[in-house]
């Protein structure tokens, strides 16, 4: 346990971002898992639609730290794929 006062406000801030955190790369789940499954609907404008969506989540995770920078690249760069895959068939 903590004996300083500053250890334990330190220990009570963590649970407080960590609750946020959690929500926040809970939404970005969400946001990506959304756009996964358009694009295996074969929907070429909805799943366009659903990364535009999914970006600016994504990029806002790396600009609130609780996701790498490079992290969020590769799934950006791997869903563009997909998305321009569909809209070429």
Known sequence: ???KPQAEK???RNGR???INKARVSRIRTFV???ESTI???DAAAA???LAAAQPELMRGVSKGVLHKNTVARKMSRL???VKALEQA
Do not use: F
């Open 1 to 3: 346990m903590a004996n």
């Open 10 to 12: 330190r220990i009570r």
């Open 17 to 19: 971002r960590a609750e």
């Open 33 to 35: 898992k959304k756009a």
């Open 40 to 42: 295996a609907g074969g």
């Open 48 to 50: 366009a639609a659903a």
């Open 80 to 82: 563009a794929k997909r």
